[in-house]
């Protein structure tokens, strides 16, 4: 897994996007690469509109925040679009070229080089096959993400992420859904064996972020 910005790092710190690219581990075939814009406001980002070849999505993540009574649950939503390349690219407009409708004039210069970010690759495995039943009828999708410095010890752990997803359909949009979702990520949260609600999520430890 990499992520690509300019020097200053301003596609993701000033125009709120990520470019990050992933392929399975031992290949050397095609890139899948992700372009996405994440915002706290969810107005932002259903207001964009870029698109790739394989289309695009719409999705609400949510993070854990210390408070002075434990924690609470912070929304980000983002919009993502997934493409395929053989190169790594060299400029942000290479990158971008692959996307259509996309608002430039938010956006750094085209001609601004990239450059891996921090000079950070992860290692990345997934495990997946587990299922968290949240009513009768809706079952939410969930893997477990390890994070590890690729050429490195892979059992040195460097981030971690669990992950529970499920689509918005009529049978999901119900507050009762809504509400067992959110006590299974409380009681998961109230678990100091299982998670760090003041850790730090992938992208801000790729960028590091306090």
Not at 128 to 139: H, N, Q, T
């Amino acid at each position: 897994m990499r992520f690509y910005d300019t020097d200053e790092h301003s596609l993701y710190r000033q125009a709120g996007f990520i470019l990050r690219h992933r392929r399975p581990l031992r290949s050397d075939g095609k890139w899948n690469v992700t372009l996405k814009f994440r915002n706290s406001d969810w107005v932002r980002a259903s207001a964009q509109a870029f698109v790739s070849d394989g289309g695009a999505k719409f999705e609400e993540d949510v993070k854990a925040r210390p408070t002075e009574n434990g924690f609470q649950f912070v929304p980000l939503f983002s919009r993502s679009a997934d493409a395929a390349t053989n190169r790594l690219p060299t400029t942000l407009g290479e990158a971008l070229s692959r996307y259509t409708d996309l608002r430039e004039h938010e956006l750094p210069d085209a001609s601004a080089d990239l450059k891996l970010v921090r000079g950070f690759e992860a290692r990345e495995e997934v495990f997946e096959g587990m299922e968290l039943r949240v009513s009768g009828r809706v079952e939410a999708e969930c893997a477990l993400i390890i994070w590890s410095r690729s050429g490195g010890d892979p059992e040195e752990t460097v981030a971690a992420e669990f992950s529970a997803r499920y689509e918005l359909k009529r049978e999901s949009r119900s507050s009762n859904v809504a509400t067992r979702t959110w006590s299974a990520f409380t009681a998961l949260c109230a678990n100091p064996d299982w998670a760090e609600p003041g850790g730090k999520t992938k992208t801000s430890f790729v960028y590091d972020e306090a």
